[in-house]
């Protein structure tokens, strides 16, 4: 028998945000975030990722979409690791994420900061590949890892979006767009 999956999204500053998430132990467990996409709407590309998910909200769900909603507006905002369905990631990748949750709103760290904290020293670029793979982004803000010379690096949602959530947390950018310094983790 296979686990029922659902979804709901929610309109933010952003474009819609879609949630996956399914009843687990009890409780709601959210499996996946997708970000807005220029192309198509959100609630077009969950069933094609997820088939047979099926549109339902959940008093837990409204709540994560009141969270996301304020993430967007570039409120601070805490989410419970508790709500998210890890299995779906790797052990280096839970290690990774687990670094990001503890940046905090108005700064950046680095991929390579990331890895020394995540015990891969040397390896920006696994961290780099760990967070391109975040299926929790706004909730785990990947959009807050930077590349070491400043730049924005990449981001599942595109660097437009990465720089308007650092904006609204209060980061700013020199004259060559970059991240200074004085907002590293």
Not at 35 to 61: K, N, Q, W, Y
Not at 73 to 91: I, N, P, Q, W, Y
Not at 113 to 122: F, G, I, Q, V
Request: aromatic share 8%; with cysteine; hydrophobic share 35%.
């Amino acid at each position: 028998m296979t686990e029922s999956v659902y979804y709901t999204s929610t309109a933010t500053k952003l474009g819609s945000v879609g949630i996956v998430w399914r009843f687990k132990d009890g409780g709601t467990s959210i499996v996946r975030i997708f970000l807005p996409a220029e192309d198509e709407r959100t609630d077009d590309i969950i069933p094609r990722s997820f088939p047979g998910a099926v549109r339902r909200s959940h008093r837990t769900t409204k709540e994560v979409c009141r969270s996301i909603q304020g993430v967007a507006a570039g409120r601070d905002v805490t989410f419970s690791e508790k709500l998210l369905d890890m299995l779906a990631c790797g052990k280096f990748q839970r290690r990774v994420l687990s670094q990001v949750v503890g940046i905090p709103k108005g700064k950046v760290s680095t991929y390579g900061r990331l890895a020394e904290r995540s015990r891969a020293s040397k390896g920006a670029r696994a961290v780099g590949n760990a967070l391109a793979m975040n299926p929790y982004p706004l909730i785990i803000p990947c959009h807050r890892v930077i590349r070491s010379d400043g730049s924005l690096g990449g981001f599942g949602g595109g660097l437009k979006m990465k720089k308007d959530l650092l904006l609204m947390e209060g980061i700013t950018f020199d004259s060559k767009g970059k991240v200074p310094a004085k907002f590293l983790f």
